[in-house]
Each structure stands twice: as C-alpha cells, then as structure tokens.
C-alpha cells in the first residue's frame, strides 16, 4: 500500500522533531525516513504538493534548510482511514491501525457505531477478542452463535421460543407423528446466488448425523429424503414433537454443500480475519431484509485496557460505538440471562445425594454468591431456572460433608471467584475441595469429566428455554456420566416420554417436574444469571436485546445524514 508507505516515512521524519520546525539537511533526514537522498527528494516534493510540510531547501550538498510540518502523522492517518472506508476497503484501512493504544482510541472513536459510507449505512462494533470461527459445529462462545444465526439458515427457526419456518414455510405430520414433510419456499438461493435444492438439503442432513452430538440431537431420526423438489421428508422410529426444535438448533444450521462458509441467512460474510469480521446483507434473502449494508466487528482488544482508561466492558455488557466515550454511550436495552452459571454433583461411593443436598443447603444459607467480589450490577442470584421455575430451598440434614471433593469448573471468568468461595466454605465444614480449571466455554471433548464429584459450568439459554433445557439433559458431555446409573437410566426415559407428548404445555409442565426432582434430589443447583446491557451512540436505532444478550442486525438502523429543514421565516 504505497500511500501507507510514504505516511510511515513521514511519521519517521516527523518524530525527530516530534513536529517542531527545524533546521536540517537532505542526508539527515533520508537517514531517518531510511531511503536515499534522491528518494528523500522525491518525497519532499509530494509531501509539499501535498500540504503535508514546507522545506525551504538551500543549494549545495550538506547545506541545512528550513522545514516546517504543516500536517501531523496523526491527521493524515485519520485521512487516509477514512478515505479507506470510504471506498470500501476495510481490510486495507486496517493496516492504518499499528499505532500505539493511546493514539488508536482517538483513531477510531468517530469511526465506531453507526456510519454513512458512499449512501450506504454501515454499523462499526468495537470487540474485545478475535471470534473463533463461523461453522455452527465448532463455536461455543456467544457471539460466535448469534453471528451464525445471522449467516445461515435452517429448515425453522425460532421466533419468540417457538419455532417457526424458515428455508421451510409448512410443515406437517403424519397421525402417528413419525413421518414429517417439510415444504420449502420457492426461489430459495445460497449467497452465491445458487439456487438452493432439497436434494443439497439431504445430502447436509446426511452428512451433519455423522457428527456424534448431531446424531444425539436426532436420535430418533432413521432417514432423509426428497420426495420432491420442494419438499424434505423425516421419518423416525418413534413420535418426536421436538422435531421442529431441534431442527432451529444451532447444529442444524445448512452451509452450503461444497462451501461451508457459505450460507443462506440475511446476511453473507465478505471478510473473516482476526482483526476484522465484516458482514453483508444478501439482497436476496427469503424473509424480511436487513435496513443495513454492512456489520463489522473491529478485533480491537487495545480500546478495552483499563490502564488506557478506557470502558473494559465484561462480555455480557456490549458497547456499540466507542467504548472509552461513555457520555455518549446509552443503555439502550438490558435484561436478565435465562442462561444462568450452575453447581452439579455427582452423588457416588463417599458421596452421598443427601450429602449433594447438604452442599446445596450451604451454598444457599450462606450467601456466598450474593457476596462475590465482581461489578456491581454483573449478576443476579439464580432465583428461578425458567420464569415461573422456583429454584427450591434446601431443606437438609445437618450431616457432614465427605473429606475431600474434586470440582471441575469451566469459564465464564466468574466462576473462578465462585471456585474459590465454593472451598472457603466446604473448607470451614471440614472438606478439603480440589479445583480443576477448564479454559472452555463447553464440556464437549472434556474427557476428564468423569472424575469430577462437583462441576460448575455456563448454561447458555437462547431462544425456547424449556426445549433448551430438555435437549441440554440429552446431548450435553456434563451427563453423561450421570446416564450410567439407575436414576439417570429413569430420566432418560422419563426425556423420551416427554418428546411424545403433542401438547406443548403439558411438554413444559413434564419437563419443570422433571428439573425440580432434579433440584430437590441434589444434582443441579442454578447459581446466577447475568445482566445482559447494550451500550449504544445517538443515532443508531432498532437496539434490543435478543436472548443471546446481543440485538438482531437485520432490524438495526441508522438514520441518513439529512440537513435540518429550514424554517417557514427563512423560507420565505
């Protein structure tokens, strides 16, 4: 990039100095911009062309002349950024960002939050680490699910916890609930405008069983296939009224067949790097379009270092737009998770479930969670599971806890503090606990699991909490130890009878029985739920919270730069 070039040549010179005018020569100065002196020449030139200096140079070599900075590295860079994004070249104006932290703040803060580029509106998201990928089979963190949920599309998707069509617009079952149609839409095209076929669907759904947590996820699924070109057939071994659901799951998200980062959602990925994620909205897109052009997620983690000064918002707090800037930054939309952090025991031989629910009763008749020492405001005790979900008081003989324990905890970062709470207690009761860290957002692969007396974890909850819960018991690492004895081996079935019931309250109503035995027994116990908060400039509307704790980009909005109307004096 040449123009970048001849700017860092010109910081280099500028430096010397710090943009003081000075006294100097030719060979002095190409040793600082590290050129040679007829180059140096050259770049005089421009540079004065320009506007950027003055030199008032004197004849004969080694003679000293007078230059004068009329332009500062920091205005030109600026400039030039902005030119950059003007264009559309994003992923070029990136390399403008090596300057030191201080100085990027100021870089970007007019450039964060939401922009009007060649009449096109872009929304600018500084983000405080890279994103992990955008396949649906190997994310874990938040962000990372709701920008995929952007990208693809499944056959449904869910709408206000329940599913709703998406590739499909119908769909419908037979009498005996084993054999499901599923009617496409017609003119259905992947983001490159390929049109999109049942048989390509087939073909995906055969291949997505091959992974272990899909073939759980769809257990009871025995074939697929198209019986026309607008339809998709299931056919199972047994009556699943989940089916719609677990087709809205993350994992059954449909790239395309030959292009996995290819996908058929409201939005196409243009640009995947640590530094920069940039997104498009697919003018074709089956369903309501987007009101944006463009979602970029800028990978700066500098804006986010509290020794800056700057607003270090925790993950479930999401800054659109500057983050250091706080007066302008509003909350604009907040809610508390249904997701929520949890205990899980593991009763056994030296661990007793009336011991497990003893352990419960401490936890909650201390306090401990309430006391953590986190931001103000970050959690909430878990109160319920699900609304209308009561998380039971313990009710516990005073009996003595074992010896010794073995917890195995994920991230969040949270539970580090609640770890150490966790055996300060026990420690007071007689109990030395041992701590395993997992830097992970997810059990799957996690094999020394199977050691653990005690786990703590994240429940990530999104959209239908209650199938979420269900199919958490079915396909998630963290049970699968628990599926091994004789009242796992009863919940299992008790999760089957559950999905052959056609009413969806009554499915609801089984599975909050469910839990509470669970609860009760001394094998799940919620702890907290996060406060999720959306910060946002003036100027960018549609912001409202979603149940990942992020807002759907297809409802955001800018308003267009429009000069305010004239009065009716002036007017006349």
């Avoid at 069509?165 to 390929?194: I, K, M, T, Y």
């Amino acid at each position: 990039m040449r123009q970048l070039n001849r700017l860092n040549q010109f910081q280099r010179l500028w430096q010397q100095s710090q943009g003081a005018a000075q006294q100097t020569c030719v060979a002095d100065m190409a040793r600082h911009c590290i050129c040679s002196e007829r180059h140096l020449r050259t770049l005089l030139s421009q540079w004065q062309h320009a506007g950027w200096l003055q030199w008032h140079g004197e004849p004969g070599r080694g003679k000293q002349g007078q230059l004068r900075f009329l332009r500062s590295p920091e205005e030109l860079r600026q400039q030039l950024l902005q030119h950059q994004l003007d264009a559309g070249d994003t992923a070029d104006a990136l390399q403008l960002l090596d300057v030191p932290p201080e100085r990027l703040i100021n870089m970007l803060r007019p450039l964060m939050g939401g922009q009007w580029q060649n009449n096109s509106p872009v929304l600018r998201i500084p983000y405080y680490r890279p994103l992990e990928s955008t396949e649906p089979r190997q994310i874990t963190g938040r962000a990372e699910q709701h920008l995929v949920r952007q990208l693809y599309s499944g056959l449904t998707r869910f709408e206000q916890d329940e599913p709703v069509g998406d590739l499909a617009h119908h769909w419908q079952q037979d009498a005996s609930a084993c054999s499901w149609l599923f009617w496409l839409r017609p003119q259905l095209v992947w983001h490159n405008e390929e049109p999109i076929r049942a048989a390509q669907l087939v073909a995906q759904f055969r291949q997505l069983m091959q992974d272990p947590r899909i073939s759980t996820l769809l257990a009871d699924v025995v074939s697929v296939d198209a019986p026309h070109p607008l339809a998709v057939r299931f056919t199972l071994r047994r009556s699943d009224f989940w089916l719609p659901h677990r087709l809205a799951h993350l994992l059954c998200l449909l790239p395309h067949p030959d292009d996995a980062r290819i996908g058929s959602g409201p939005w196409k990925l243009m640009h995947f790097t640590p530094e920069l994620v940039r997104i498009e909205s697919h003018a074709r897109w089956h369903l309501r379009l987007p009101l944006l052009q463009a979602v970029e997620y800028w990978i700066t983690p500098q804006l986010f270092d509290p020794m800056l000064g700057s607003s270090c918002r925790h993950p479930v707090q999401i800054a659109i737009g500057d983050a250091d800037d706080l007066k302008s930054l509003q909350p604009v939309s907040s809610s508390i998770s249904l997701g929520f952090c949890y205990l899980a025991c593991r009763p056994r031989a030296g661990f007793s479930p009336d011991q497990a629910r003893r352990l419960f009763q401490l936890i909650q008749q201390s306090g401990i969670i309430g006391r953590l020492p986190l931001d103000e405001g970050l959690i909430t005790p878990s109160q319920e599971l699900l609304p209308g979900w009561p998380v039971p008081q313990m009710d516990a003989e005073p009996l003595p806890l074992p010896a010794s324990l073995t917890l195995h905890y994920q991230l969040p970062m949270e539970l580090h503090q609640t770890a150490e709470a966790l055996r300060q207690l026990l420690q007071q009761h007689g109990c030395r606990l041992s701590v395993v860290f997992h830097p992970v957002k997810s059990w799957h692969g996690i094999r020394q699991l199977d050691d653990a007396d005690i786990v703590m974890g994240d429940r990530l909850i999104g959209d239908a909490p209650v199938f979420t819960l269900a199919n958490w018991l079915q396909i998630d690492r963290l049970w699968h130890p628990f599926w091994l004895t004789p009242q796992g081996a009863a919940i299992q079935t008790r999760l089957l009878a559950i999905q052959q019931v056609a009413d969806s309250e009554a499915r609801s109503q089984a599975l909050h029985q469910l839990y509470q035995q669970l609860m009760t027994t001394g094998i799940l116990l919620p702890l907290f739920n996060y406060r999720y908060q959306i910060y946002a400039p003036p100027g960018v509307e549609g912001i409202e919270l979603n149940t990942l704790g992020w807002f759907d980009f297809s409802r955001a909005w800018i308003p267009p730069p429009i000069d305010p109307p004239r009065s009716c004096s002036a007017a006349e």
